[in-house]
């Protein structure tokens, strides 16, 4: 992926949403100048702010990887499958019964080892492939 191709394409989702830089860029909490930035490839967006934009039905999976997702979410269903994560992470906390699985326990092995940014994008990471799955 080079940032060019996913400059364009972030720029393209704006575009398709029918926002200016200044709208998108308040939605996700960023100024207008670094939405700029991001669409002229002078800045990668985090995972966070591309999280947030997909509240706004921004297809991320489109932005990274350049093939439209058959998911896009308004506002209203990203709270609702965030809402559905939450009370899935409710039930997983109050069930003594539930074990780690030989794989979970070395991905949390794994994330106990990195830094604080690579524990932000190991989250950030989870957090965009569960929405997705809830999605399909």
């Known amino acids: 992926m080079t940032?060019?191709?996913?400059?364009g394409r972030l720029k393209e989702e704006r575009k398709r949403?029918?926002?200016?830089?200044k709208e998108i860029a308040q939605k996700v909490s960023v100024n207008r100048e670094t939405w700029s930035r991001y669409e002229t490839a002078k800045m990668l967006p985090s995972t966070i702010v591309l999280l947030?934009?997909?509240k706004f039905g921004l297809d991320a999976s489109y932005v990274l990887t350049g093939k439209k997702s058959e998911l896009s979410y308004t506002e209203k269903e990203a709270k609702a499958l965030a809402l559905k994560a939450s009370e899935k992470m409710t039930i997983y906390n109050n069930s003594p019964d539930m074990k780690l699985t030989s794989r979970e326990q070395s991905l949390i092995t794994c994330y106990r080892e990195v830094n604080q940014e690579g524990k932000k994008t190991i989250d950030d990471i989870a957090k965009l492939l569960a929405m997705q799955q809830v999605k399909s």
Not at 3 to 7: G, I, K
Not at 17 to 21: A, G, T
């Open 3 to 7: 940032e060019n191709a996913l400059a």
């Open 52 to 54: 947030s934009a997909m």
């Open 17 to 21: 949403l029918d926002m200016s830089q």
